[in-house]
């Protein structure tokens, strides 16, 4: 998040400020489109964090709620061998399925940036 927040230039903070723009739209104009490639970026890395965090996650544990991990392990432990292959197949499937949707929102971020500047740059 440091490196997102120095990437913004402090002249394009100011000239929200010389145009007369509140802080809100110095944010929302400015500041928001360059940072946004790396907020995707840091909230799928907490993701893929959390879905390899087992220890802390441990303890939230009652016998109403069971996180996937700790399902897969009572299944093991109980002989269903199987299910519980499958089961962690799906949590693998799903740390998939968030990685290629991180690409593809830092893709789709990049091509409306540059779709921007060329724009910019016709007028």
Excluded: H, Y
């Excluded at 002249?11 to 739209?25: D, I, K, R």
């Excluded at 840091?42 to 399902?71: E, H, K, N, Q, Y």
């Amino acid at each position: 998040m440091v490196a997102g927040i120095r990437t913004v230039p402090k002249s394009l903070e100011e000239s929200v400020t010389c145009l007369g723009g509140s802080p809100f739209q110095g944010l929302r104009d400015a500041i928001l489109p360059i940072m946004l490639p790396t907020l995707v970026a840091v909230f799928f890395f907490l993701f893929m964090r959390s879905m390899v965090t087992l220890s802390a996650v441990i303890f939230l544990i009652t016998p109403s709620l069971s996180v996937g991990a700790v399902s897969v392990l009572r299944l093991d432990q109980a002989g269903f061998t199987t299910q519980a292959a499958a089961f962690s197949v799906c949590i693998m499937l799903l740390v998939l399925f968030a990685m290629a949707a991180m690409k593809l929102t830092l893709i789709w971020l990049e091509s409306r940036g540059r779709n921007t500047v060329a724009r910019a740059d016709a007028t």
